[in-house]
């Protein structure tokens, strides 16, 4: 009976490694590079070498190469939900090494001009907590798996965020807004929620409880999956607007090239990276 129960227990775990196994993240080679909306991925598009597209649930992937680097594409759709969604399928069918998000966002600090560049050192998603009849509070997310708090701040991975870095010193971004300035690039903090900010009080209540540098809908909930996943991610976000109340018209005034310019900064870093 001993040895039958041995032997039985053999079988099952040996029929199942397929499934034991497939719980561990493997990476492949290939490097995502993620936007919300179709602007947003344009300029990626027309430098993918190659190209094919598989359509997984419905979202179509864009996969091939760009310089020396096996990439894919993904277009998530805006807000935490879509992005999350799109995501998660992409880990899953195309298991790729790294994740950028590009795209645009509503600068916080009041030095920052539409096409100026916010490369995150952080993300936090600030809509995900607590509200008390006195107040709101943001609190961690809670990773499924393990059961544990995840970090309130998501850190980006340190290679992604120092090639970036250097790659911003040679690029050649378009200048916009109202100053026709060169763009300024800074190393900052991006938070994250269900909601297009054309607020005032918002955008400095954003920026007194967290010192956040800009706000968008999608890079914190990417984040997030990333980390739980342990796969190295980076949000990089060009102003398109002031998130005030005269966000929605500057948005639509300057998307196109805030979206150029994050997205030619990504390709820049591509370049550089092993």
């Avoid at 807000?79 to 799109?86: D, E, F, L, R």
């Avoid at 971004?173 to 994250?192: A, C, D, M, N």
């Avoid at 997205?263 to 591509?270: E, I, Q, S, T, V």
Wanted: with cysteine.
């Amino acid at each position: 009976m001993y040895f039958l129960r041995w032997k039985l227990l053999f079988i099952f775990l040996w029929g199942n490694i397929p499934l034991l196994f497939s719980q561990v993240y493997s990476p492949t080679s290939t490097i995502a590079l993620v936007g919300a909306m179709d602007e947003e991925i344009e300029l990626l598009q027309r430098s993918l070498q190659h190209s094919k597209t598989k359509i997984i649930h419905g979202i179509p992937f864009y996969t091939g190469k760009i310089g020396k680097q096996k990439v894919v594409i993904l277009k998530t759709g805006i807000g935490k939900v879509n992005a999350s969604m799109a995501v998660a399928f992409l880990l899953s069918e195309f298991r790729p090494k790294q994740l950028i998000f590009t795209g645009i966002a509503g600068g916080l600090r009041p030095d920052l001009e539409a096409g100026d560049i916010v490369i995150g050192k952080q993300t936090l998603q600030y809509d995900y907590g607590q509200a008390t009849n006195d107040s709101t509070f943001t609190r961690s997310t809670r990773n499924p798996m393990t059961k544990q708090l995840n970090p309130l701040y998501f850190l980006a991975d340190s290679l992604l965020l120092t090639t970036a870095q250097e790659a911003a010193k040679h690029t050649d971004f378009q200048s916009l807004g109202t100053t026709h300035r060169s763009p300024k690039i800074l190393t900052g903090t991006i938070v994250t929620g269900d909601l297009l900010v054309t607020s005032e009080n918002k955008a400095n209540e954003l920026r007194r409880k967290f010192g956040a540098d800009a706000t968008e809908m999608e890079g914190a909930a990417v984040a997030q999956i990333c980390w739980q996943q342990k796969v190295p991610c980076l949000v990089i976000r060009s102003m398109s607007d002031k998130a005030d109340s005269k966000a929605r018209d500057s948005i639509e005034n300057f998307k196109q090239v805030a979206s150029y310019n994050s997205a030619h900064l990504l390709l820049n870093l591509l370049g550089k990276l092993p």
